[in-house]
Structures are given as structure tokens and as C-alpha cells.
């Protein structure tokens, strides 16, 4: 009898840590335009919120500019009012057909505040995987006392996770390592 499900639920737990990352990284402007930029907008439509995505065509038709097709004309002006609600920092532009949204260039100082908003989630990221691995560790040693099961394996599975946190903190480096990269290049 081993911890083989104790430590593949760990396992899909880092997972979902580290793809909440990348959801969180989406979020976070690098020099140009994106569509994820966006994407979290709410739009009041039809007597309730739906996310832009539901509401519009979104593209980039140029790496500075995103550009927002409503499929309801009638929509336009609750797309625009979300876009300028949401404080992108971008001032939406309607001109009765489409909503173009101008990403102006990130200034040096701005760009550094970014990245230290990436460290900060992964920071996050990383507090959330350390909360996991305690849990777990805490579930392995109660398992091991109520089955009686003996000391080295249990040491053995908590050693197991513990590894598995390197690699996965190992992982969540490496993402904010390109992300600062992508934010900091000209």
C-alpha cells in the first residue's frame, strides 16, 4: 500500500495552481496588443452580464490596436461603456460600426511596475502550491497513523511531494523568467 493517490492528486492540485498562473499572466500587458487583455470584460447586454467574447468579434488587426465588432449593432454603446468602466487605461474609440482600442506604448517605468505585478502572482502561485504540499503532507502522516502503516513510507510519500513542489515552483519560475522577458523587451 502506497500514497500513489494522495500524491496524483497533489500532482493535478500543482497543475491547476500553475494554469491559474497562466490565466493570471494573460492579464498582465506586455507591448502589444492582445485580445486577453480584454477578454474579462462584462458587458450589460440583453438584461444581464456576459463576457465581451459572447457580445463581439474581438481581433488584432494590428500589433498596437484591438479592434471590437459587436454582432449587435445596438450593443455598441454598452461595449464601449464597459470597456472605459473596466480602467484598461486604453480609451475605447467608436466610430458607429466598430470599437478600436489604440495600446499605446509601454513606458519604461510602467513596464516595470508589470513585471513586479507577474512576480507577485507567481508569488502567489507558489504560496498556493506551499499550502497544497502542507495539506498533503498532513493527509499522508494521518493516513500513515490510521492504517499503521510503517514510518519510511510515509516519510517516503511526503518526500515525493515535497520533490514535486521543487519542479513545480521550478515551473512557475520559468513561466515568469519569459513573462518579465516579454514585458521588459522594446
Known amino acids: ?34 485580445v486577453a487583455m480584454i477578454e474579462h470584460v462584462h458587458v450589460d447586454a440583453y438584461g444581464s452580464r456576459m463576457p465581451i467574447a459572447q457580445c463581439a468579434a474581438l481581433t488584432v488587426p494590428e500589433p498596437a490596436q484591438i479592434m471590437v465588432k459587436p454582432w449587435d449593432k445596438t450593443l455598441l454603446k454598452a461595449i464601449e461603456k464597459a470597456l472605459t468602466e ?12 466598430v470599437i478600436r482600442l489604440q495600446v499605446p506604448p ?61 519542479q513545480y515552483e521550478a515551473k512557475a519560475e520559468m513561466a515568469l523568467k519569459d513573462k518579465t522577458e516579454d514585458i521588459l523587451a522594446f
Request: proline fraction near 2%.
Open 106 to 166: 509601454l513606458s519604461s517605468e510602467r513596464r516595470k511596475q508589470l513585471a513586479a505585478q507577474a512576480k507577485e502572482a507567481t508569488e502567489k502561485c507558489k504560496v498556493s502550491m506551499r499550502n497544497l504540499r502542507r495539506d498533503e503532507i498532513k493527509a499522508i502522516e494521518n493516513k500513515g497513523k490510521s492504517d499503521k502503516l510503517p514510518e519510511d513510507m510515509t516519510k517516503k510519500g511526503c518526500e515525493k511531494i515535497s520533490e514535486m513542489l521543487k
Open 86 to 97: 473596466a480602467q484598461l487605461g486604453i480609451m475605447p474609440q467608436n466610430d458607429g460600426a
Open 1 to 34: 500500500m502506497s500514497f500513489e493517490a494522495e500524491i496524483n492528486e497533489c500532482k493535478a492540485r500543482f497543475d491547476k495552481a500553475l494554469s491559474s498562473l497562466a490565466h493570471d499572466f494573460k492579464h498582465i500587458r506586455t507591448g502589444r496588443a492582445s
